[in-house]
């Protein structure tokens, strides 16, 4: 396929891979986090990491947008699924995230509640059309990617005159969620975990551009590379990193030029300045209170908030004790770090969301068989 195999080519990556294995310096490790959901996919699916030398380690972040919201907020869209005169529309991931008590959407919906998987927002639009006498939301979720289709939807229904039509609003920010990362006590101790740098994720940067990440980079010191999805995007953006670690530089670069650019899409970020505002803060499975991390809808378009019309607050719901999701999406675990992986969590049985979600970490690694040769790792708070 054009503009596809070309990143694919097997040679080039195994050349590309040789070069790395010449550049790294055999006196030091080198810890890079991908942050996002779709490069852990990548990385696992095309075995990126067997190429690398054994002393660069690839560390999972939150990127996965499904894996990072909190049991709370799937207990309250449950709640608001269940109220008779609401129809719920959601992505088909989020439908077998366990809420408290093992309780998901879709055994919500077995129950006789009116849930409904749709592939985009205008679907959930058009149902509200279509059912006038219906309160369809729309059970929004996710990074800057899928901010801007939201807005576009809510507009839409302001346009039309849907008053049946409301969301409720878990979209959430990338850079808050890198320097909480950057900030966390898990990294102050330099012993336990250490990340030189990160790849940057790819879609969020078609949105916002490179230069949000500039910050982090002057700040803690860290470089960025903005990247591709593909296995020779993943394999470049690597060797970028490490030859940044090696001169000491700590910048932010840009593999994916041909998608992202430095200001990133100016009608997107307007479209979404137009409809949301900050939060004060917003919980993050993982990261807990993430100040100024998610999205809520402005007061211009508050008959179309889920959380205004129907007047409800969520509250906070513990994680299950044995699930190591959050450890996981802090770059502190890696799946097979979890006695359930495995055994009694598989995507056929998720215990959480890592292994819920297509951009699951623990999704990833079963996937891929990537535990069948790692299961023998050392613990990443062991590592030097
Ligand atoms: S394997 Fe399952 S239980 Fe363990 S961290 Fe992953 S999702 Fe949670």
Redesign the pocket.
Known sequence: MKYVDEYRDGTLARRLAGVIAADVSAQRTYAFMEFCGGHTHAISRYGIEDLLPANVTMIHGPGCPV?VLPVGRIDAAIRLAQRPDVTLCTYADLMRVPGSRGVSLLRAKAAGADIRMVYSTLDALRIAEMEPARDVVFFAIGFETTTPPTAVAIKQAAGKGLRNFSVFCNHVLTPAAIQNILDSPDLRRMDRVRIDGFLGPAHVSTVIGSDPYVFFAEEFAKPVVVTGFEPLDVLQAILMLVRQVNEGRAEVENQYRRAVTAGGNARAKALVAEVFELRKSFEWRGLGLVPYSGLRITSAYAEFDAECRFNFKTAAAA??P???????LRGV?R?T??????T???PET???????SSE????AH?TYGRFRDRRTAPPLDHAA
Request: glycine residues 12%; negative net charge.
């Open positions: 894996c994680d299950n044995a699930c190591e999701c959050g450890a996981i675990r799946p770090d979890c006695t359930l992986f495995g009694v969590c598989t998720p215990m959480g969301s890592c292994m819920v699951g970490a623990c999704a079963w």
